[in-house]
């Protein structure tokens, strides 16, 4: 979409064609080529096949040129808006957890419910958004793995504070980081 916005700008026709393809069978052969190339990568090369496809009959429908400067921006909006959708979705997991606490119909929910089979993911999901859900100043200055980090209960209280004094400060943090200031055990 970032790189062919006219074509998510296509209205019903977007809508037409992405529901025409069978995001189950792409699921499938990205993850048993995942020890070539990361399943992500695969997912995201093979919807661009179908998409291109589909929308090579239409000739006005060209990425426009954008300078380095537009691409950088256009990506950092697209993070930040990835990192926003997570710490909802962590929001809404942390909600469930707070009514159900039996691990294993927990478990079984979020399974059903968000189709997450991942119990770390799910767990990391609700803990970050329990720690910076209703801190948008952190949340929106660095990327999820800083969060992730960030609100790990490895990282304590004091290296958390400091670094986050830096994130407010404008200084651009990043999960390595975060990691490298924690004390060794």
Avoid at 77 to 97: H, N, P, S, Y
Avoid at 147 to 159: A, G, K
Wanted: charged share 30%; proline share 6%; net charge positive.
């Amino acid at each position: 979409m970032l790189a062919y916005p006219a074509w998510a700008d296509s209205g019903l026709r977007w809508f037409e064609v992405f529901d025409g393809i069978n995001l189950g069978a792409i699921q499938r052969q990205a993850k048993a080529n995942r020890d070539a190339c990361p399943q992500r990568h695969g997912i995201a090369t093979l919807l661009y096949r179908e998409l291109s496809e589909a929308f090579a009959e239409k000739p006005d429908v060209v990425p426009p040129k954008k300078t380095a400067k537009q691409r950088t921006e256009e990506l950092a909006a697209a993070k930040a808006r990835i990192v926003e959708q997570r710490i909802e979705f962590g929001e809404q997991l942390a909600a469930i957890r707070d009514t159900e606490p039996n691990n294993r119909r927990f478990g079984r929910i979020v399974r059903q419910q968000f189709d997450i089979h991942c119990g770390t993911e799910a767990a990391e999901l609700a803990r970050v958004a329990r720690v910076y859900g209703s801190r948008p100043e952190i949340y929106r200055a660095v990327s999820w793995q800083a969060l992730v980090q960030l609100s790990s209960p490895s990282t304590p209280e004091s290296v958390r504070e400091k670094i986050e004094s830096r994130i407010l400060e404008g200084e651009r943090v990043s999960g390595a980081e975060v990691i490298r200031a924690r004390p060794y055990p």
